[in-house]
């Protein structure tokens, strides 16, 4: 409830709201995007063309169109699509994991503390995009490949995170009275303590996505994202940025876009921290 | 204290041991595949099996590992694929330029971003402190890679004031480091403002604070003399930690700008496949990470008088 409780105080807090409307802009957006993108974002129109250039064929380029014809407008909108489906996706990942190792860390501590600790020291230690490079290049960019390096590069410090949480719940009352009725140690783990330990969690959460959308855009912008001809907002950068020099606007917009979604989480979970802090 | 310094030394070679092990499974585990990888897919089954042969691949895989971390150690990365020589002669040079890239924004950085988070902590709440950190955070959530594009459209086509490329192909060029080093600068000065401010903001509500001012001391002075040494402790872990993002955040900007550095080297060499690059660049920069990781945490005991006469 605590939870909901703060996505209600939200509204006290300025930055957040922001953050919320634009992340909620974004999620109808990427709804909607069938039903109001003005052209297909696959097909091949009319090469370069300026934003509000008039299509012979009917209908405008309102962002103009890229190096091959293509309506910016509708790949920005179909952009939002993949990468509010990916991001959301590889930060549930990485929270299942880094959430299983950390309740086990910090519950059963011993062993398990020692090796999922220094296990996650020694991931954190790199440097994330020298990481995820080479994890990519290694196995290959595709969706999926994307989803597993970001679980694996992110849940040591979610990890981290939990356990912190639950070092410092595992000794409350009711922990020591579900152990004294009996219950299984998963059991504590996953009804007793982890409710418990969600506000610092969603907050985390928010700046995470952020983060994860990022990542999701270094890659496509250093060509190892996506594989086209999906419309991937880093994808789209990385492709026109040569041309930027003539057609500012190629580059431009994705980029507008994809600060703005990032810009949304960030404030988002500032807000909620401000207004958690709060009560 | 010097139980502390040979543990975090000890952590630091351990993790550069265990890091030696996943990269060397991960990149050299199936012997075929990294004489496919050296001698192109075009290759002859004959001329990889002798390829393998001489350079030791059919010996048990503990020894391979044994004489890889042995050549490692005495600097021999073995040869670039790509550009046929030794990766030791590529790799010094690129990571020298990048140190110049680093050095700049951290001379620039550094300064710029404790000033504004003490600025903003001081009277946390004030308007300037608002400022301060909203535009902290907006700076920080724009990623580098957009504000590479949206800063070349600004100053390199919109007023023609600077190079969009900076490749150093006719020596160095001051002109050609500036759009670099101020994108680094951008991504990096928020977060660092931030955890200043909030040290600042810590400091400011202590009792020894409240007695300063309250005992008559003028305000700068309770600032300068008193806040100050507290609140700039915290900042100091965070800026070394810095540096493992950096060492992202030039693969970037190197990327896109052309800068022949060492991030550029890393991605160039894992698009190609050329192995033995992407080895020493990632244990160059697992090294600097975990290096700048350790001083950290010494310096940190070193400064907090708390931790060091305890």
Redesign the interface.
Known sequence: MRALKSFALLRESTPGMVGAGLVLFWVIVAILAPLIAPFDPLATLQPMAKPGTVYAQGGTFWLGTDHLGRDILSRIMYGSQTVLFYAPLATLCAYTLGIMMGLAAGYHLGWWDIVLSRISDIILSFPVLVLYIIIIATIGSSGINIIIAITFASAPGIMRIVRGLVLDLRNRDYVAAAQTRGESSMFIMLVEILPNARGPLIVDACLRLGYVIITIGVLGFLGLGLPPPDPDWGGMINETRKMAMIFPHMTVFPVLAISSLILGFNLLADGLREVSLRD | MMILISKRIG?LVL?ML??SVL?FL??EYSPGSVATKVLGPYSSEESRELWLERHGYFEPLWWRYGAWLGNFMSGEFGDSVRFKVPVSEILWPRLWNTAILGFWTFAIMIPLSLILGVLAGMREGSKLDRIIS?SS??T???????ST??L??IF??GLKWLP?TSSMSSGFEVKQMILPVMVLIIYDFGYVARMTRASMAEVMTSHYIRSAVLKGLPYRQVILKHALRNALIAPFTVIMLQI??L???V??VE??FAYKGFGAL??EA??N?DLYV?EA??MV??FV??AS?TIADIGYTYLNPRIRFS
């Open positions: 952590f993790t265990v890091v990269l991960l990149l909203v955070i907006i920080t959530s724009i990623p580098e890679f957009a594009v949206l070349s459209a390199v086509f969009g493992n993002w060492l992202s955040g693969i970037v990327f896109f890393l991605l894992s698009l496949q992407i660049c990632a920069a697992v990470a975990v990781q």
